[in-house]
Each structure stands twice: as structure tokens, then as C-alpha cells.
């Protein structure tokens, strides 16, 4: 079946890094665009990022471009989020999820990231 494993979520100070993992496992991950998808206490999920397939083409929101990176290794299965400069307000749940059609079919569990000093 159809698995999404987030990890490296953590506490971090404001202006700090961190790199988001995300397994995959159950599909052709190469065969699929990928996104990031994420939700802060009490608001509505964010799309914050997607890559399509073979990793050519690129999205960002406008509350992350220019600060975060996604990118993904289809010989490991695993889709990667690299944020720096990282804000308050970037505090949230992180999700990775499959592209399909117009929409995102599976999920993952979520990583927890905290931007607080």
C-alpha cells in the first residue's frame, strides 16, 4: 500500500534551518509530482511546495519562495524540503503528499516544525 513518511521536523531558532524528509514507499515514486503541504495550529492547510516529475520544474507559495528548496531523489524514493531562514510563523505540521489529477490522493502522518526562540 501507499506509504508517505515525514521526518526531521524539530524546534529550531528564527533565521535557523532545517531539511524535511519525506519516504516513499507502495508506488512508483518517479511516476508521480510530489508536494508539500503544511498546517499551522487552528488554520487550514498551505500548499507550500510541489515538484514534478523528474524533478525539472518547480512551485513555491509566496510565503516560502525564496527561503525554502524542494527537491527529490527517485533512486532513493524520497522527497526533500530544505528551509532556511526560517520564521515564526513558518511553525506548522508538514505534510508530503502524491499528485494526482487536479489534487493530492495520499498523505502522510506529518513532521512537526517549530520556529520559536
Known amino acids: 500500500q501507499v506509504q508517505l513518511l515525514e521526518f526531521g521536523g524539530d524546534l529550531v531558532q528564527p533565521g535557523g534551518s532545517l531539511t524535511l524528509s519525506c519516504a516513499a514507499s507502495?508506488?512508483?515514486?518517479?511516476?508521480?509530482?510530489m508536494n508539500w503541504v503544511r498546517q499551522a495550529p487552528g488554520k487550514r492547510p498551505e500548499w507550500v511546495s510541489s515538484?514534478?516529475?523528474?524533478?525539472?520544474?518547480?512551485y513555491y507559495s509566496d510565503s516560502v519562495k525564496g527561503r525554502f528548496t524542494i527537491s527529490r531523489d527517485d533512486a532513493k524514493n524520497t522527497l526533500y524540503l530544505q528551509m532556511n531562514s526560517l520564521k515564526p510563523e513558518d511553525t506548522a505540521l508538514y505534510y508530503c503528499?502524491?499528485?494526482?489529477?487536479?489534487?493530492?490522493?495520499?498523505w502522510g502522518n506529518g513532521t512537526l516544525v517549530t520556529v520559536s526562540s
Open positions: 503528499a502524491r499528485r494526482y489529477s487536479n489534487g493530492m490522493d495520499y
Open positions: 507502495g508506488f512508483t515514486f518517479s511516476n508521480y509530482a
Open positions: 515538484i514534478n516529475i523528474g524533478g525539472g520544474s518547480t
